[in-house]
């Protein structure tokens, strides 16, 4: 099922708020954790979130992409 709905050359999202004109998400900078991980693959089925889907994509794609890591300054 990861191709359905597109072409897999062209579409980048398959699954994700597909209902949604366009698909955004705004979180506030004082909700962040210590570390957050956002996915980039459109893959992951905790969106925003990076749940480590990226993985079984690169598999089969021969993809190298992964997530967005925003972490606090460690001091
Ligand atoms: Fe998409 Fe990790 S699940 S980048």
Known sequence: D?????????????????????????????????????CRCWRSKKWPFCDGSHNAF???TGDNVASLIIEKKKS
């Open 58 to 60: 690169n598999k089969a």
């Open 2 to 38: 990861k191709y359905v709905g597109g072409n897999k050359d062209t579409i980048m999202n398959f699954r994700v708020e597909k209902q949604k004109e366009k698909v955004y998400d705004v979180i506030d900078v004082e909700d962040l954790g210590e570390k957050t991980n956002f």
